[in-house]
């Protein structure tokens, strides 16, 4: 004979905790699917190219993967390649650093004080519209064939990216929130902590990523007009010789080179924007 009961059977319910959702489960699958085509591509690639040079274009102008590499093992096994990667960088972080500075107290110090903005800024711009490669003949008769000269082309383009950042940013600062600091008894330092940091920090780190391959630019431009050493040089060498093989092999060292410096900038760019972001967080009234 049966006994009824009341109470209703339930099954235990899995254990998920410590499992991946089926959402991440998809994420994760996403991004190395997209990794792997990516690879796929640039092997697609290289396999084109290397039977592709000779029968169909001829191999003086595009070189072969194979032949490029072999370049490339060259450059970066002889003191001489290093000595010419170890100029072009540090003139690219010299050049970089200057016009970040330079345009950062620019910026400031022009939206600051507005009317001298209004009467300056279209004197930048005009400035701002010369190509800065057709000033190089200009900085090379001040500083010569030497690292300053690329130092300086490179600081100018990047200094007028961060001015304009910068001054823009300072414009469009919103007035209401200066205003609420400063009924709250706020002085100058808070009203730069509360609203122009946080405000400025989003276009200044755009900044800094548009001007990194500037910098990178115009220090190539400088050792292609005149210089004895640095990767550009080597480039505009391996075009007189028509030597494809270095030529790419100097284009790859200028993309591991841009590669690396945006790497960085993005990594300080998302470490500053999360501090702050804590730092906001922080300031705010507890209720």
Same mark, same amino acid.
């Given at each position: 004979?049966?006994?009824?009961?009341?109470?209703?059977?339930?099954?235990?319910?899995?254990?998920?905790?410590?499992?991946?959702?089926?959402?991440?489960?998809?994420?994760?699958? +996403?991004?190395? /699917?997209?990794?792997?085509?990516?690879?796929?591509?640039?092997?697609?690639?290289?396999?084109?190219?290397?039977?592709? +040079?000779?029968?169909?274009?001829?191999?003086?102008?595009?070189?072969?993967?194979?032949?490029?590499?072999?370049?490339?093992?060259?450059?970066?096994?002889?003191?001489?390649?290093?000595?010419?990667?170890?100029?072009?960088?540090?003139?690219?972080?010299?050049?970089?650093?200057?016009?970040?500075?330079?345009?950062?107290?620019?910026?400031? %110090?022009?939206? /600051?004080?507005?009317?001298?903005?209004?009467?300056?800024?279209?004197?930048?711009?005009?400035?701002?519209?010369?190509?800065?490669?057709?000033?190089?003949?200009?900085?090379?008769?001040?500083?010569?064939?030497? /690292?300053?000269?690329?130092?300086?082309?490179?600081?100018?383009?990047?200094?007028?990216?961060?001015?304009?950042?910068?001054?823009?940013?300072?414009?469009?600062?919103?007035?209401?929130?200066?205003?609420?600091?400063?009924?709250?008894?706020?002085?100058?330092?808070?009203?730069?902590?509360?609203?122009?940091?946080?405000?400025?920090?989003?276009? %200044?780190?755009?900044?800094?990523?548009?001007?990194?391959?500037?910098?990178?630019?115009?220090?190539?431009?400088?050792?292609?007009?005149?210089?004895?050493?640095?990767?550009?040089?080597?480039?505009?060498?391996?075009?007189?010789?028509?030597?494809?093989?270095?030529?790419?092999?100097?284009?790859?060292?200028?993309?591991?080179?841009?590669? /690396?410096?945006?790497?960085?900038?993005?990594?300080?760019?998302?470490?500053?924007?999360?501090?702050?972001?804590?730092?906001?967080?922080?300031?705010?009234?507890?209720?």
């Amino acid at each position: 004979m049966a006994i009824a009961t009341d109470k209703a059977v339930t099954k235990p319910e899995p254990d998920t905790a410590g499992r991946p959702t089926k959402k991440a489960r998809a994420g994760w699958h +996403s991004t190395t /699917s997209v990794i792997l085509l990516r690879i796929l591509v640039i092997l697609l690639a290289l396999v084109l190219w290397q039977v592709m +040079s000779g029968p169909v274009v001829p191999e003086y102008a595009v070189s072969k993967p194979t032949d490029v590499y072999d370049a490339l093992t060259d450059m970066l096994g002889s003191a001489a390649g290093w000595t010419n990667i170890k100029v072009t960088a540090v003139e690219v972080l010299a050049g970089f650093g200057l016009g970040v500075a330079a345009g950062t107290v620019m910026g400031l %110090f022009l939206g /600051s004080f507005p009317l001298l903005g209004r009467v300056l800024e279209p004197l930048v711009a005009a400035v701002n519209g010369i190509p800065k490669i057709a000033l190089a003949p200009l900085f090379l008769l001040f500083f010569g064939i030497g /690292s300053w000269s690329k130092i300086t082309i490179a600081m100018t383009g990047v200094a007028f990216v961060v001015f304009y950042n910068i001054y823009l940013g300072l414009r469009l600062r919103e007035r209401e929130l200066v205003e609420v600091v400063q009924v709250m008894g706020g002085r100058r330092h808070h009203v730069m902590g509360y609203v122009t940091i946080p405000t400025l920090a989003a276009p %200044f780190f755009a900044a800094l990523k548009t001007g990194g391959p500037l910098a990178i630019l115009g220090v190539i431009g400088g050792e292609f007009i005149a210089s004895s050493e640095g990767v550009g040089h080597e480039l505009f060498t391996a075009a007189q010789n028509l030597d494809a093989a270095s030529e790419f092999a100097g284009l790859i060292v200028l993309v591991a080179m841009t590669l /690396s410096l945006n790497g960085v900038l993005g990594a300080l760019d998302t470490y500053a924007l999360k501090r702050l972001g804590l730092a906001a967080r922080r300031r705010q009234p507890k209720r």
